[in-house]
């Protein structure tokens, strides 16, 4: 009997050794598969850290959206411009400077976003396809008179001026009538020169932004002005142009070294930056983010860029008003970086709200 119990026992054990073994090679299986069938862009990790996560539904002083743009590609501009306002007063937005291209484009934004003076200010395009600068400045004219306020956003991601054939860059002697007559009408203009960093490195697996340069990749351009060349005609524009105010969005696409972008800063008082489409890249570099914002306070400005949606812009007010750590917002913010707030001071962050907004549009 004690033999039987004895041999039962043992049996026992080894049928547990055996599940036991079987369960671990299971598991080893099943990491192994899915390092080798989960791809990167499935990769959608949740923060599990028990921190201070303080969502903003409303930014903290009444806002001035300085990069918006109207719907491009036609759709229903009445429903746009309503969904628009919509957010606006459920996030505390005061303004918003819309880009609404040029020619027919602009005419119908006009005619439907220029309705509502008070919230959304109209800024027109530059059209480069007659001759340049005589039938650029003749749109640009006529779009004043139906209600522009400012000229944006005119890109070079270093190919030349979009639309210019032969192509130009903004130091063109070309463009000299064209930036003093925007000076002279009093409007400041958005400019989009280069591209973020990351769109220009080698696309492999140290690339930092990989999914997003691989989308806006230029390192497969090599006939274009690298980020540097291209920086460099936009300092010849300021330099020649002193009157005219220059707004360089999304840090003059400097956010891989903002102190490049404050050197410029310095250099040219003719020159502000907004922050927009940028906000989750700098969250991965919080602190000295917040350092470069307070130093250059007087000279940023708020931007969205990001169409019109509520999780867009309370995104970006988690990023400039708190110090939360380590979140991350998959439906608005693809960067793969885990954010973190900059946590702005309420002076700067009023500045960049607001106050400096106000004084480029009194010009
Ligand atoms: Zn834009």
Same mark, same amino acid.
């Given at each position: 009997?004690?033999?039987?119990?004895?041999?039962?026992?043992?049996? $026992?054990?080894? &049928?547990?050794?055996?599940?036991?073994?079987?369960?671990?090679?299971?598991?080893?299986?099943?990491?192994?598969?899915?390092?080798?069938?989960?791809?990167?862009?499935?990769?959608?990790?949740?923060?599990?850290?028990?921190?201070?996560?303080?969502?903003?539904?409303?930014?903290?002083?009444?806002?001035? +959206?300085?990069?918006?743009?109207?719907?491009?590609?036609?759709?229903?501009?009445?429903?746009?411009?309503?969904?628009?306002?919509?957010?606006?007063?459920?996030?505390?937005?005061?303004?918003?400077? /819309?880009? &609404? @291209?040029?020619?027919?484009?602009?005419?119908?934004?006009?005619?439907?976003?220029?309705?509502?003076?008070?919230?959304?200010?109209?800024? &027109?395009?530059? +059209?480069?396809? @007659?001759?340049?600068?005589?039938?650029?400045?003749?749109?640009?004219?006529?779009?004043?008179?139906?209600?522009?306020?400012?000229?944006?956003?005119?890109?070079?991601? @270093?190919?030349?001026?979009?639309?210019?054939?032969?192509?130009?860059?903004?130091?063109?002697?070309?463009?000299?009538?064209? /930036?003093?007559?925007?000076?002279?009408?009093?409007?400041?203009?958005?400019?989009?020169?280069?591209?973020?960093?990351?769109?220009?490195?080698?696309?492999?697996?140290?690339?930092?932004?990989?999914?997003?340069? /691989?989308? !806006?990749?230029?390192?497969?351009?090599?006939?274009?002005?690298? $980020?540097?060349?291209?920086?460099?005609?936009?300092?010849?524009?300021?330099?020649?142009?002193?009157?005219?105010?220059?707004?360089? &969005?999304?840090?003059?696409?400097?956010? !891989?070294?903002?102190?490049?972008?404050?050197?410029?800063?310095?250099?040219?008082?003719?020159?502000?930056?907004?922050?927009?489409?940028?906000?989750?890249?700098?969250?991965?570099?919080?602190?000295?983010?917040?350092?470069?914002?307070?130093?250059?306070?007087?000279?940023?400005?708020?931007?969205?860029?990001? @169409?019109?949606?509520?999780?867009?812009?309370?995104?970006?007010?988690?990023?400039?008003?708190?110090?939360?750590?380590?979140?991350?917002?998959?439906?608005?913010?693809?960067?793969?970086?885990? $954010?973190?707030?900059?946590?702005?001071?309420?002076?700067?962050?009023?500045? /960049?709200?607001?106050?400096?907004?106000?004084?480029?549009?009194?010009?």
């Amino acid at each position: 009997m004690k033999k039987l119990l004895m041999k039962g026992l043992l049996l $026992l054990s080894l &049928c547990s050794v055996i599940i036991l073994v079987s369960q671990a090679q299971q598991r080893q299986i099943g990491e192994a598969g899915l390092q080798d069938t989960l791809l990167l862009k499935d990769y959608r990790p949740q923060s599990i850290f028990k921190t201070p996560q303080t969502p903003v539904l409303k930014a903290k002083y009444p806002a001035i +959206d300085m990069h918006m743009h109207a719907p491009r590609g036609g759709g229903d501009l009445n429903k746009a411009a309503a969904e628009l306002l919509k957010s606006m007063d459920e996030c505390g937005i005061g303004k918003t400077i /819309l880009f &609404c @291209g040029t020619g027919k484009a602009f005419d119908n934004a006009a005619a439907v976003f220029g309705k509502y003076p008070d919230r959304i200010e109209v800024w &027109c395009g530059l +059209d480069f396809s @007659g001759s340049v600068p005589t039938s650029t400045i003749a749109e640009l004219e006529r779009c004043v008179k139906l209600g522009a306020r400012g000229v944006g956003e005119v890109t070079d991601k @270093g190919a030349g001026l979009r639309g210019a054939t032969p192509p130009m860059h903004f130091d063109d002697a070309r463009m000299d009538p064209v /930036l003093e007559k925007i000076a002279e009408l009093n409007l400041p203009i958005n400019v989009h020169v280069g591209d973020p960093r990351w769109m220009y490195e080698p696309m492999d697996s140290t690339n930092d932004l990989l999914f997003e340069a /691989l989308y !806006f990749r230029l390192d497969n351009k090599p006939d274009i002005l690298n $980020l540097e060349q291209v920086v460099a005609t936009l300092e010849g524009a300021l330099k020649k142009h002193p009157r005219t105010t220059f707004v360089a &969005c999304h840090f003059l696409n400097q956010t !891989f070294d903002l102190n490049r972008l404050g050197a410029m800063l310095d250099k040219y008082p003719n020159l502000y930056s907004d922050v927009s489409q940028r906000e989750s890249y700098v969250a991965a570099i919080p602190r000295f983010a917040k350092q470069f914002m307070e130093k250059y306070s007087n000279r940023l400005v708020y931007g969205t860029d990001q @169409g019109y949606s509520l999780p867009m812009y309370r995104n970006t007010f988690h990023i400039w008003e708190t110090l939360d750590e380590h979140f991350y917002a998959w439906d608005v913010a693809n960067t793969r970086f885990a $954010l973190s707030g900059v946590g702005l001071s309420d002076a700067t962050l009023k500045k /960049l709200y607001r106050d400096n907004a106000l004084r480029i549009l009194k010009k």
